[in-house]
């Protein structure tokens, strides 16, 4: 009876260590996105609020007078579009370059100019995000699934895309991993293929989960500065 006493609180003893263990490393990675140059940029940032519907578009100002719009759905959490805006020579009006979501068409470009440049056969890069995964879609690849190559590359801090008949090559960068100073890894990295389209995923690691999570109840605290009624949303 006192072996088995004694078993028992050595088992006691070591799930006790293991939890505390395991508490310590949440904390320490929940600390280290916070110390990042990224987490400390949209802290500081100038942030203005506007909720339209089921989205909620954040835009922030910094202090080199870049701006970057966020927007998110309201329901699911998810980041939907993020964009950033410089200003170009001689401090003129610059544009928008898209980092999620679908890219903006040049305001100097009518419709038909549109519709023939997304009609060419190039392959066309887009970005989306879901609430575990970070994705590449790229139309325009009749290629067979087979026919690719992905794999990570941490000195270039990209994934590089190349196929078997060397007809295409593409290097795909991951900023969200760059700005926390986190690896990619190869075995986080998933494709499919279909619909003459590669899709190219990556499984978010905790660190970007967690940062994430506590950056949307952060941005809760940002006061909407009117909500839009229905029958003035821009159409």
């Known amino acids: 009876m006192k072996r088995k006493a004694c078993l028992i609180e050595a088992f006691e003893t070591d799930k006790a ?22 987490y400390k940029l949209l802290t500081s940032a100038e942030k203005t609020c506007l909720k ?12 080199d007078d870049k701006e970057m719009v966020e927007e998110y759905n309201v329901d699911t959490q998810v980041l939907l ?36 440049m997304e009609s060419k056969d190039q ?14 879609r790229i139309r ?31 290097k795909l960068p991951i900023p969200e991993l760059t700005r926390l ?3 990619i890894e190869q075995a986080n990295i998933q494709s499919s293929h279909k619909y003459n389209t590669l899709i190219v995923m990556y499984k978010k690691p905790q660190q970007l989960l967690d ?22 949303k821009a159409q």
């Open 211 to 232: 940062m994430e999570k506590e950056w949307y109840e952060e941005l809760n605290k940002v006061k909407p500065v009117k909500d839009v009624p229905n029958d003035c």
């Open 140 to 170: 325009n690849l009749p290629y067979p699934i087979e026919t690719y190559c992905i794999k990570a590359n941490n000195e270039e801090k990209c994934v590089i895309i190349s196929t078997t008949n060397k007809k295409y090559y593409k």
């Open 123 to 136: 392959p066309i890069v887009t970005r989306r995000n879901t609430r575990v995964n970070l994705e590449w």
């Open 81 to 116: 579009r993020r964009a950033w805006k410089a200003k170009g020579k001689l401090g003129s009006e610059g544009k928008w370059d898209v980092e999620i979501g679908d890219p903006i068409p040049d305001e100097v470009q009518n419709i038909e100019a549109v519709e023939i």
């Open 52 to 63: 339209e519907d089921k989205i909620r578009k954040i835009h922030y100002k910094f202090e």
């Open 181 to 183: 100073g986190l690896n």
């Open 17 to 38: 260590v293991f939890e505390k263990e395991v508490l310590r490393k949440y904390k320490e990675n929940n600390i280290m996105y916070k110390n990042t140059i990224w």
